[in-house]
């Protein structure tokens, strides 16, 4: 019913930007919020930053400050721009929506390499 396609990543030199985009398709009227979430070789996949239902955002504390999550009116796309990026940034990331009824939807991820 929902589809999440994410777009965006590749390689990028430390302290540069990257914006990843999310794009939704099927029925998206009664969900939660959205995320961005990533996973590193070995480790635990975890939250990035999310956006609810009503525009208010979260960010994990290790990405304050550089991350920011948007999207537009009609929330057919949501963006994760990234700057001041660091190697341990790198990491598969992952657009997620979370419905009402507690269900998620993920996209396939796109990978995100910063290195020099």
């Known amino acids: 019913q929902v589809q999440l396609v994410e777009s965006g990543g590749g390689l990028v030199q430390p302290g540069g930007s990257l914006r990843l985009s999310c794009a939704t398709s099927?029925?998206?009227?009664?969900?939660?919020?959205m995320g961005w979430y990533r996973q590193a070789p070995g480790k635990q996949r975890e939250l990035v930053a999310i956006?609810?239902?009503?525009?208010?955002?979260n960010y994990a504390d290790s990405v304050k400050g550089r991350f920011t999550i948007s999207r537009d009116i009609a929330w057919n796309t949501v963006y994760l721009q990234m700057s001041s990026l660091k190697p341990e940034d790198t990491a598969v990331y992952y657009c997620?929506?979370?419905?009402?009824?507690?269900?998620?939807?993920w996209g396939q991820g796109t990978q995100v390499t910063v290195s020099s």
């Open positions: 956006i609810t239902n009503i525009g208010n955002t």
């Open positions: 997620n929506m979370r419905m009402i009824s507690r269900n998620d939807y």
């Open positions: 099927g029925n998206i009227v009664r969900f939660l919020h």
